[in-house]
């Protein structure tokens, strides 16, 4: 490994020892400073540059095909954190249609809604209605399914989906999966998947090529970052031991509204920010929730994920972009299994 990579590593390496949570090969990048970063994983190693820098400097080719990951627009929400939770959804989808190249899809990685009312999911629908996007895909979080076990969220977007809306599908070589881990969750918050989901995501897994690079997303992290606070799944494990064989695997997750990365083995792991508001970091605040940060400040913890993947070397370039300095808008949506 070079001298210069191993360094950048080490500075980003977090010493969270006196809170009781191992966190070896634990990546925190800039999260309350708002820096939008492009991680580029390759072979396990990440390497960074500014979002800016990229777009600028990739033009219209930036790969084989792009897509977005955004989380938490918890429309509905209308508290001091931030009262316009629906303006900075519309912000970062002006900014997803200020990209250089538009990307193939969209991802939500849950919590679309506040309290999962049907008019939080129609002014949702209205918004992303303005993406560049063809195709939105979805997992529920947690506060989709407060009113009624997840019934809407699976009525509006998860048409083709299996059990409490998980489903997979392939794009140019790669195979997604979406997995729900809200659907009955343990003691404390901590996420869980259940046995039959897991039977099913090994029998969708098993018979192809270890060579296929995978991509797992789901709403709560899949790997334990704070316990006290349920941020983790408490049978991840189980799921993560069938995606050992394959050469290359991202995972990607909100709940947390802030920027963590993980790299572990051939695994990479990345929780995005929230389009609506942040929370504190792990073990900072005597609980996770809404953090109020000055009006002026909200836009540079709320973000987006743009992923660039690159056949060649079968990495994934993550960028988290702030959504101040945000681009204007344009049109278009889509639909598909777990989407529309």
Same mark, same amino acid.
């Given at each position: 490994?070079?001298?210069?990579?191993?360094?950048?590593?080490?500075?980003?390496?977090?010493?969270?020892?006196?809170?009781?949570?191992?966190?070896?090969?634990?990546?925190?990048?800039?999260?309350?400073?708002?820096?939008?970063?492009?991680?580029?994983?390759?072979?396990?190693?990440?390497?960074?540059?500014?979002?800016?820098?990229?777009?600028?400097?990739?033009?219209?080719?930036?790969?084989?095909?792009? %897509?977005?990951?955004?989380?938490?627009?918890?429309?509905? %929400?209308?508290?001091?954190?931030?009262?316009?939770?629906?303006?900075?959804?519309?912000?970062?989808?002006?900014?997803?249609?200020?990209?250089?190249?538009?990307?193939? %899809?969209?991802?939500?990685?849950?919590?679309?809604?506040?309290?999962?009312?049907?008019?939080?999911?129609?002014?949702?629908?209205?918004?992303?209605?303005?993406?560049?996007?063809?195709?939105?895909?979805?997992?529920?979080?947690?506060?989709?399914?407060?009113?009624?076990?997840?019934?809407?969220?699976?009525?509006?977007?998860?048409?083709?989906? *299996?059990?409490?809306?998980?489903?997979?599908?392939?794009?140019?070589?790669?195979?997604?999966?979406?997995?729900?881990?809200?659907?009955?969750?343990?003691?404390?918050?901590?996420?869980?998947?259940?046995?039959?989901?897991?039977?099913?995501?090994?029998?969708?897994?098993?018979?192809?090529?270890?060579?296929?690079?995978?991509?797992?997303?789901?709403?709560?992290?899949?790997?334990?970052?704070?316990?006290?606070?349920?941020?983790?799944?408490?049978?991840?494990?189980?799921?993560?031991?069938?995606? *050992?064989?394959?050469?290359?695997?991202?995972?990607?997750?909100?709940?947390?509204?802030?920027?963590?990365?993980?790299?572990?083995?051939?695994?990479?792991?990345?929780?995005?920010?929230?389009?609506?508001?942040?929370?504190?970091?792990?073990?900072?605040?005597?609980?996770?929730?809404?953090?109020?940060?000055?009006?002026?400040?909200?836009?540079?913890?709320?973000?987006?994920?743009?992923?660039?993947?690159?056949?060649?070397?079968?990495?994934?370039?993550?960028?988290?972009?702030?959504?101040?300095?945000?681009?204007?808008?344009?049109?278009?949506?889509?639909?598909?299994?777990?989407?529309?």
């Amino acid at each position: 490994m070079p001298e210069k990579k191993q360094d950048l590593i080490d500075q980003k390496l977090q010493d969270l020892n006196n809170d009781g949570v191992d966190r070896r090969g634990f990546l925190k990048c800039m999260a309350w400073a708002g820096t939008g970063l492009v991680w580029t994983m390759s072979g396990g190693i990440p390497s960074s540059q500014a979002f800016a820098k990229t777009a600028h400097r990739s033009g219209g080719n930036r790969g084989d095909f792009t %897509f977005v990951q955004i989380s938490d627009s918890h429309i509905g %929400f209308n508290k001091p954190a931030n009262p316009d939770v629906t303006a900075t959804l519309q912000t970062a989808i002006n900014k997803i249609n200020a990209m250089p190249q538009k990307p193939d %899809f969209i991802i939500h990685t849950g919590d679309l809604s506040q309290l999962s009312k049907p008019s939080e999911f129609d002014t949702l629908d209205q918004v992303l209605k303005g993406a560049s996007a063809k195709q939105v895909y979805f997992v529920p979080g947690e506060h989709d399914m407060l009113s009624d076990n997840g019934e809407q969220f699976l009525q509006r977007y998860g048409k083709g989906t *299996k059990g409490s809306g998980w489903y997979s599908f392939d794009q140019k070589g790669v195979h997604f999966v979406g997995l729900v881990n809200v659907a009955n969750l343990k003691a404390g918050g901590m996420g869980s998947l259940g046995h039959e989901q897991l039977e099913w995501l090994e029998d969708d897994l098993k018979g192809r090529s270890a060579s296929t690079p995978i991509v797992l997303f789901a709403h709560i992290p899949l790997w334990t970052i704070y316990p006290d606070w349920g941020w983790g799944t408490d049978d991840s494990e189980q799921a993560l031991s069938y995606v *050992k064989r394959f050469g290359s695997v991202t995972v990607l997750n909100g709940h947390i509204h802030q920027i963590m990365q993980k790299v572990e083995g051939k695994v990479s792991f990345h929780t995005a920010m929230s389009t609506a508001f942040p929370q504190p970091a792990p073990g900072t605040a005597p609980s996770a929730g809404p953090m109020k940060v000055p009006a002026d400040q909200l836009q540079r913890v709320l973000g987006i994920t743009d992923v660039n993947y690159l056949v060649s070397g079968r990495s994934l370039a993550i960028v988290d972009s702030p959504l101040a300095d945000s681009g204007s808008s344009a049109s278009g949506s889509g639909s598909g299994p777990g989407g529309r």
